[in-house]
């Protein structure tokens, strides 16, 4: 029994469990909904790992792609630059196995297929794309191509 009344549709919280706070998500059962007919088997499959977070900095020599995806070896992760000079980033965190005899209390950690993409700029340099894996974050490291200064001719003056 909730010791709060719930105002979002009859879900349940615990004030002496933090952790219990059920937030309202507008857009829970969305995919479940037979309305939704154009939306392929695999993206209702996807679950919040599709979301994995990725930060883009551009420095003078490169653009820097870091993933925080904390559990995946590189091996469970692809890095591919498609036509277009688009840089896809993918991967799967697999369930963890159930047995029989397990009770579980709480499943917070997601699992599922992610995949994020990314327009690279005109002076990427896609055929040096370099990626590596440490400590649960991937770095991908896109080479820029030194930018060219105009070629700037004095005239001599007449006169």
């Known amino acids: 029994m ?9 879900r349940r919280t615990n004030v002496f469990d933090p952790f219990s706070l059920d937030i309202w998500d507008p857009f829970d059962g969305f995919f479940n909904t037979s309305a939704v007919v154009n939306v392929p088997a695999s993206a209702r499959e996807t679950s919040a790992f599709a979301n994995a977070r990725i930060d883009w900095k551009e420095t003078p020599e490169a653009h820097i792609f870091k993933a925080d995806l904390p559990g995946l070896k590189k091996e469970e992760v692809k890095v591919e630059v498609e036509e277009g000079r688009v840089l896809q980033i993918s991967g799967e965190r697999s369930k963890e196995q159930e047995e029989k005899n397990d009770q579980w209390h709480r499943v917070e950690r997601s699992s599922g297929k992610f995949l994020r993409r990314f327009r690279l700029p005109e002076n ?6 370099k990626a590596s894996m440490e400590n649960g974050v991937l ?10 200064k105009p070629d700037v001719k004095a005239i001599e003056i007449s006169g």
């Open 2 to 10: 909730s010791l709060i009344p719930s105002i979002f549709g009859g």
């Open 124 to 129: 990427a340099k896609i055929d040096q794309v």
């Open 139 to 148: 770095t991908v490291t896109v080479p820029k191509e030194e930018e060219k």
